[in-house]
């Protein structure tokens, strides 16, 4: 009764949410049952690959929910929110390759494939612990948590914000980028980390699997939609919202504003790191090319089109935009980036609020009309 109160209470007001947690519900249930229960010669039989796909959307649209968190309630502009996904990948896809053991091309038992090719005689030290699914995911999510602490600790303590803290972020993620490219580091350089064959026991390319992950993904975006909605109702969202309207008016009231900031956007950091680790299984392959600093841009684009300050918008932008990115590059892939742009630029001035506040605005203007 206590969680279904919290729940109640958390959406209350939420009309976007509430539809979206529904859709989602029902997501979870007709996408499985359609994949593995409907015969392929059906006209309602879901494809494992649409299971895949549009399990990377909902990993996208959580990678959004974390942005949203951060640029929506909290005023901070992040380009290396792709940096934090990356690192979140990596940490479930050195936990993949830890599994398949001697099943490799070199049939090591130990070593993956592109050390033994290196000719490395030992295991990284930095690699122990990931052949255990817990602790991997606690890594997934720690070193960008980390990496987030020591970045915003540095930063808001400095009072750095705006465009100079997202051209550092850039930076960092280019530079994250250069070194994960580099064979020496471990991770695989430009190949990155492929060839997975096991889950938690289970084989990754059975349509079974493949269901579980999507059910599991969807799952979890929810609960964080509504984790992420219980703190921006909270003492410390109204805080941090009013810090976003009036930094220098808080700072002088007295609260400690480089800790509001930091802590948000360490919990971004997190949500971003678990996007990655449930993006890996779907796609098998995980590799430096995900730092790439245009991946961040594209993801302050999703929350833009969906809407900013809302969080059910930045899920709806993302995974919007992912779907006509799917349909468009299939049929016309140079001119992707130039439409993007274009999608940008014409939301940005003529619907500020994203298609959330689009509509909104349009029922308020119906309801006055009536």
Known sequence: MRSKSFIIETLQGDTGGRILIAILLCGCVVFPVFNLLVPQSSAFHISTYLVTLFGKYLCFALLALALDLAWGYCGI????????????????????????????????????????????????????????????????????????????????RSRVTGVYLSIILQALT??????FFRNEMGF???????????????????DETRAV??????????????????????????????????ESRMRFIGYKVENYKTSIFVLSALIAGIAGALYVPFVGI???????????????????????????????????VNYAKTRFTAVMPEVWLFALGGLFIFVTLFLPKGLVGFFSDLKEKMEKKA
């Not at 070593?111 to 005689?121: A, G, I, K, Q, Y």
């Not at 992950?213 to 109204?238: A, D, M, P, W």
């Not at 991946?295 to 995974?319: F, H, P």
């Open 174 to 179: 280019y530079a994250l980028m250069l070194a």
């Open 77 to 156: 502009l992040s380009l290396g929110h792709g940096a934090f996904f990356a690192l979140g990948g990596y940490g479930m896809g050195m936990y993949l390759m830890r599994q398949i053991g001697d099943r490799g091309v070199y049939g090591d038992p130990l070593l993956p494939d592109f050390m033994v090719f290196l000719n490395w005689t030992e295991l990284p030290w930095y690699w122990y612990g990931f052949n255990n699914f817990g602790f991997a995911m606690v890594m997934a999510m720690f070193v960008p948590g980390l990496l987030a602490f020591v970045f915003g600790w540095l930063a808001f």
């Open 286 to 320: 995980i590799n430096p090319g995900e730092f790439e600093p245009l991946n961040s841009i594209e993801i302050v684009i999703w929350v833009a089109i969906g809407g900013r300050s809302t969080l059910y918008g930045a899920v709806l932008g993302a995974i919007l």
């Open 213 to 246: 992950l999507f059910v599991v993904t969807g799952l979890i975006l929810i609960l964080v939609y509504l984790f992420c909605r219980h703190i921006v109702k909270s003492k410390f969202g109204r805080v941090v919202v009013s810090i976003r309207d009036a």
């Open 188 to 206: 695989g350089g430009n190949n990155g980390l492929t060839d997975f064959k096991d889950i938690i026991g289970f084989n990754l390319q059975t």
